[in-house]
């Protein structure tokens, strides 16, 4: 059974610090994976989409990549913004039902 | 209405009550989804919908119904509702099955079942 797991649940860093988030999924099996992000009391939304046959997406401050094998993908945040403070969660598409799997979320701070 | 909306955007129900969550959709998207987010956990696909007029259980249906009588419409029933359904429910849509296609979410129904 697939599944995805995001560590760490939470972190909080300064403004303008570059970070990483992680996702790792325990079947290599995938059609895709997805980093979204959640403001809270608001829905989902979709920031980057890798296909399985690519290694990396970039759109402009955000950059995910993907390690099919080793079952990881990162989602990186460069110069990071108070705006950028929400819970991020990733997603894999599984081959075995083509239903989206979830990870837990990493809620992240910026402080000013 | 622009993208995805939900209704009530939260509710307290007594155990035992029916309740049906409304969802709507103005992107003519194909698929349609519902989701319950709990703390702690990833999103939980409950029901799903690839078309109107057919319906398909996902990884934790069991107390909910679901019914997809037309394009823009995914309405989620709890027939007696119970204080494990306490919950954050999510509806989702997508054009249709392409690998680029996305999920497009709702703001989000917070239902407390006492």
């Known amino acids: 059974k697939q599944e995805v797991t995001q560590i760490p649940a939470a972190l909080s860093v300064p403004e303008g610090e570059n970070l990483v988030l992680n996702c790792s999924f325990t079947?290599?099996?995938?059609?895709?994976l997805q980093w979204f992000r959640q403001d809270p009391g608001k829905g989902l939304t979709s920031l980057l989409l890798?296909?399985?046959s690519q290694r990396e997406q970039t759109s402009g401050r955000l950059n995910a990549s993907l390690d099919k094998s080793s079952g990881r993908s990162t989602l990186y945040i460069a110069a990071s913004q108070p705006g950028d403070s929400a819970t991020y969660l990733c997603?894999?598409?599984?081959?075995?039902?083509?239903?989206?799997?979830w990870g837990a979320g990493t809620k992240l701070i910026i402080k000013p | 209405i622009a993208g995805i909306t939900q209704a009530p955007t939260s509710q307290i129900l007594a155990a035992g009550r029916r309740m049906t969550l409304r969802c709507t959709q103005d992107?003519?998207?194909?698929?349609m989804y519902w989701y319950r987010q709990d703390l702690g956990l990833g999103l939980r696909l409950i029901h799903y919908?690839?078309?109107?007029?057919?319906?398909g259980k996902g990884e934790v249906p069991d107390g909910y119904s679901v019914s997809r009588a037309n394009t823009d419409d995914f309405p989620l029933t709890l027939a007696s509702a119970v204080p494990s359904q306490t919950s954050v429910y999510f509806c989702?849509?997508?054009?249709?099955?392409?690998?680029?296609?996305?999920?497009?979410f709702g703001p989000g129904t917070r239902l407390t079942v006492l």
């Open positions: 079947d290599s099996a995938i059609y895709n």
């Open positions: 989702a849509s997508k054009l249709g099955h392409r690998a680029t296609d996305t999920q497009y």
């Open positions: 997603a894999v598409k599984a081959v075995s039902n083509y239903q989206l799997i």
């Open positions: 919908s690839n078309t109107a007029g057919t319906t």
């Open positions: 890798i296909q399985s």
């Open positions: 992107m003519r998207h194909n698929a």
